[in-house]
Nanobody, 117 residues
Framework: QVQLVESGGGLVQAGGSLRLSCVYS????????MAWYRQAPGKQRELVAI???????DYAESVKGRFTISSDNAKNTMYLQMLSLKPEDTAVYYC???????????WGQGTQVTVSS
């Protein structure tokens, strides 16, 4: 059973920064991709950033240059460093893990990020 637990959300003023963490547990092979998604009220969930098994990353255009995704396998933790936050970044942020061996995706419970103008 894979479990993902996010933390680090909160209320911040525009221009501020936050770092989200996602701690994962369970029997997790190395062949996986991990990602951060977000969902704003009334909108569909969207991909924010992704990191693959080789450490390659990709970002949504709206966050390029401001957000950085990283992982620490020794700590079973993935991070999302968010800088220069904007009100439009307000959303619930979800941690996602996709395991290649069983083609299953797992989700955390989400953490709220609110950016005030």
């Amino acid at each position: 059973q894979v479990q993902l637990v996010e933390s680090g959300g909160g209320l911040v003023q525009a221009g501020g920064s936050l770092r989200l963490s996602c701690v994962y547990s369970g029997i997790i092979p190395s062949s996986k991709t991990m990602a951060w998604y977000r969902q704003a009220p009334g909108k569909q969930r969207e991909l924010v950033a992704i990191i693959d098994i080789l450490g390659r990353t990709d970002y949504a255009e709206s966050v390029k240059g401001r957000f950085t995704i990283s992982s620490d396998n020794a700590k079973n933790t993935m991070y999302l460093q968010m800088l220069s936050l904007k009100p439009e970044d307000t959303a619930v942020y979800y941690c996602n893990m996709y395991l290649l061996y069983n083609s299953r995706a797992y989700w955390g419970q989400g953490t709220q990020v609110t950016v005030s103008s």
